[in-house]
């Protein structure tokens, strides 16, 4: 049985750092990514990293302040996240799949305060 589990989420103040995790169990995959969903927003991509841990890409709003890397040891994916902004409050979804992002887990909610 496949399962993502997210953590590390909380309440910062702007400028604060947080670092996700999401621990995937029952198999490996070729790609993850992290999402967020803000309230009254729809879902939108933050960051992706592929098998090799090599390729990694970036929404434009978190470039220069967000990094995500990959554990193959432990399978796990995480996101650094630095000089956090207000804007950056929403929760946090890992998604992982081959092509696309198949299997989701259930959030971890960031708040940052102003």
């Known amino acids: 049985q496949v399962q993502l589990v997210e953590s590390g989420g909380g309440l910062v103040q702007a400028g604060g750092s947080l670092r996700l995790s999401c621990a995937a169990s029952?198999?490996?995959?070729?790609?993850y990514a992290w999402f967020r969903q803000a309230p009254g927003k729809e879902r939108e991509f933050v960051a992706s990293?592929?098998?090799?841990?090599?390729?990694?890409y970036y929404a434009d709003s978190v470039k220069g302040r967000f990094t995500i890397s990959r554990d193959n040891d432990r399978n796990t994916i995480y996101l650094e996240m630095n000089n956090l902004k207000p804007e950056d409050t929403a929760v946090y979804y890992c998604?992982?799949?081959?092509?696309?992002?198949?299997?989701w887990g259930q959030g971890t909610q960031v708040t940052v305060s102003s």
């Open positions: 990293i592929r098998s090799s841990g090599t390729n990694t």
């Open positions: 029952g198999r490996t995959f070729s790609r």
């Open positions: 998604g992982a799949g081959r092509s696309t992002y198949d299997y």
